[in-house]
């Protein structure tokens, strides 16, 4: 079965904190994405990378950067935290080629305080 | 743009009734997918089905059942017989055409069975 795993269930920052979310994925996935939450807004588009090193904005990219040295590994990053940051961050992995399904972690609950 | 729509924010239904949840999709391709996923209350998402727009024939698994109608741009979603391990909340989602990887999600509807 695929796994993706996220570093944290729930977490607490203060406003202007340097904010790291981890995920990582075990079954050599080319595609890694990352989305936030809140409610009836459905998910959104932060980020995807489609390849290490390699990194294309969503829908939502303001405020986030994200990093992929590892195939493995996808991280997102808040610069400077601030209080509409606070949401449920969602991480997924596919395969390349023709459009499968996305393999979800179990998500971040960050609040931002 | 591509959009999707659950208009049922919330439903509610007794245990062992059937219940539909709605998903209306806008898109200018002529290929696309469509998904649905249930997110429990772990939170993690589960994949149920993809489907791609060639093919609109409905589907069957077990008390799941989807419904996709290019005509009404819908893709519906049946459970049959529900219980009280389906009280979760469900989202529709689009892909636009090969090589896009980016997937659209609806609002999401979130369904109580209530024993």
């Known amino acids: 079965d695929v796994k993706v795993t996220q570093s944290s269930r729930y977490l607490v920052k203060r406003t202007g904190e340097k904010v790291f979310l981890e995920c990582v994925q075990d079954?050599?996935?080319?595609?890694m994405f990352w989305y936030r939450q809140d409610p009836g807004l459905g998910l959104r588009l932060i980020y995807f990378s489609y390849d290490v090193k390699m990194k294309e904005k969503g829908d939502i990219p303001e405020g986030y950067s994200v990093s992929r040295e590892k195939k493995e590994r996808f991280s997102l990053i808040l610069e400077s935290a601030s209080t509409n940051q606070t949401s449920m961050y969602l991480c997924?992995?596919?395969?390349?080629?023709?459009?499968?399904?996305?393999?979800f972690g179990p998500g971040t609950r960050l609040t931002v305080t | 743009a591509q959009k999707v729509t659950q208009a049922q924010t919330e439903i509610s239904v007794v245990e062992k009734e059937d219940v539909t949840l709605d998903c209306v999709y806008e898109t200018r391709d002529t290929t696309y997918y469509l998904f649905w996923y249930k997110q429990p209350p772990s939170g993690e998402l589960v994949f149920l089905i993809r489907?791609?727009?060639?093919?609109?024939q409905n589907e069957i698994s077990g008390r799941y059942s989807w419904n996709f109608q290019k005509s009404t741009s819908s893709f519906n979603f049946t459970i049959t017989a529900s219980q009280v391990v389906d009280s979760a909340v469900y989202f529709c989602?689009?892909?636009?055409?090969?090589?896009?990887?980016?997937?659209?999600f609806g609002t999401g509807t979130r369904l109580t069975i209530i024993p």
């Open positions: 997924a992995s596919r395969t390349s080629g023709d459009i499968y399904e996305q393999y």
């Open positions: 489907r791609n727009s060639f093919d609109e």
């Open positions: 079954m050599d996935h080319e595609n």
């Open positions: 989602a689009l892909s636009e055409n090969f090589g896009n990887e980016k997937l659209t």
